[in-house]
């Protein structure tokens, strides 16, 4: 059974930074492409940022790029996505997601999410 | 960017009605379109992939059709579980963008 499971999120200052992580298993990790997609309170989902399989290569959303990075451990089945110059409109629920057998660019298992909170 | 725009943003029906939803894209994105189901407090989950595929585990009462720039989601027979939000999502181009959503409802 596939799983995925977030961590890190929490209240962080505006300015500040954040690592969140998503351990995966229940399939091979190097297999799939990984994505982040965000839900602000009662908002939307938005794409935030996806990696490939091998880890080569790697695509942002305008509105993080230069500030968000993404980046994978193969070895340890683990997403990362390092959080820096966070501000208030990055206050979401934060799901890791992978394709799966469906085809990059599907989001075919979720994890639960973790929140992300930015306030002073 | 794609922007999608879903239709309507709230659908009131009972059980046992059929439920139809749009999505419609600013350009053309092919067949690349899904959908997902996200109900409160939980995760979206992917109903339907490449604009008809239904993903493994959803009922066949989900089917979904289109190509292009407009898109249908079909619920036949709505079950009480039916009840959710529904997005769409397009991959034919970076950035992946999603719609606003259509909330089906009582």
């Known amino acids: 059974e596939v799983q995925l499971v977030e961590s890190g999120g929490g209240l962080v200052q505006p300015g500040g930074s954040l690592r969140l992580s998503c351990a995966a298993s229940?399939?091979?990790?190097?297999?799939?492409?990984m994505s982040w997609v965000r839900q602000a309170p009662g908002k939307g989902l938005e794409w935030v940022s996806t990696?490939?399989?091998?880890?080569?290569?790697?695509f942002y959303a305008d509105s993080v790029k230069g500030r968000l990075t993404l980046s994978r451990d193969n070895s340890k089945n683990t997403l990362y996505l390092q959080m820096n110059s966070l501000r208030g409109d990055d206050t979401a629920v934060y799901y890791c997601?992978?394709?799966?057998?469906?085809?990059?660019?599907?989001?075919?298992?979720w994890g639960q999410g973790t929140l992300v909170t930015v306030s002073s | 960017e794609i922007v999608l725009t879903q239709s309507p943003a709230t659908l009131s029906l009972s059980p046992g009605e059929r439920a139809t939803l749009s999505c419609r894209a600013s350009?053309?994105?092919?067949?690349?379109l899904a959908w997902y189901q996200q109900k409160p407090g939980q995760a979206p989950r992917l109903l339907i992939y490449?604009?008809?595929n239904r993903a493994t585990g959803i009922p066949a009462r989900f089917s979904g059709s289109g190509s292009g720039t407009d898109f249908t989601l079909t619920i036949s027979s709505l079950e009480p579980e039916d009840f959710a939000v529904y997005f769409c999502?397009?991959?034919?181009?970076?950035?992946?963008?999603f719609g606003g959503g259509t909330r089906v409802e009582i």
């Open positions: 997601a992978a394709d799966g057998a469906y085809g990059s660019g599907w989001f075919g298992y």
């Open positions: 350009q053309s994105v092919s067949s690349y």
């Open positions: 229940g399939f091979i990790f190097g297999t799939f492409a």
């Open positions: 990696i490939s399989g091998s880890g080569g290569g790697t």
């Open positions: 490449d604009a008809s």
């Open positions: 999502q397009q991959r034919s181009n970076w950035p992946l963008t």
